[in-house]
Nanobody
Framework: QVQLVESGGGLVQAGGSLRLSCAASGLTFTMYGFGWFRQAPGKEREFVAGISRYGGNNLITDSGKGRFTISRDNAKNTVYLQMSALRPEDTAIYYC????????????????????WGQGTQVTVSS
């Protein structure tokens, strides 16, 4: 079955950096786009970044532009989210997700467009 396993979260001071990883198995990796979402306590899960099947298209939300970078290594079946200049408001559980549709070459930002989810990794940014 499809498994997405996130890692790389932790506690960091404001202004610091983290790189999240999402290792995927049980699917043909290059057939899927991936996204990163986050959910802070008491808030809805929100889209953070997405990347198309071969990495040619990516999308970063306004809150992450200039600070977050999404990438993928198709040889390692892994998607990354590099986060820098972290702020306390970035504190959340970060989830990796695989597109519900196979073969899509553009990025989708809707939660309902993703069919597979990891268990999440906690990111805490202290002020």
């Amino acid at each position: 079955q499809v498994q997405l396993v996130e890692s790389g979260g932790g506690l960091v001071q404001a202004g610091g950096s983290l790189r999240l990883s999402c290792a995927a198995s049980g699917l043909t990796f290059t057939m899927y786009g991936f996204g990163w979402f986050r959910q802070a306590p008491g808030k809805e899960r929100e889209f953070v970044a997405g990347i198309s099947r071969y990495g040619g298209n990516n999308l970063i939300t306004d809150s992450g532009k200039g600070r977050f970078t999404i990438s993928r290594d198709n040889a390692k079946n892994t998607v990354y989210l590099q986060m820098s200049a972290l702020r306390p408001e970035d504190t959340a559980i970060y989830y990796c997700a695989a597109d519900r549709s196979v073969g899509r070459d553009f990025v989708v930002a809707f939660r309902s467009s993703y069919g597979y989810w990891g268990q999440g990794t906690q990111v805490t940014v202290s002020s």
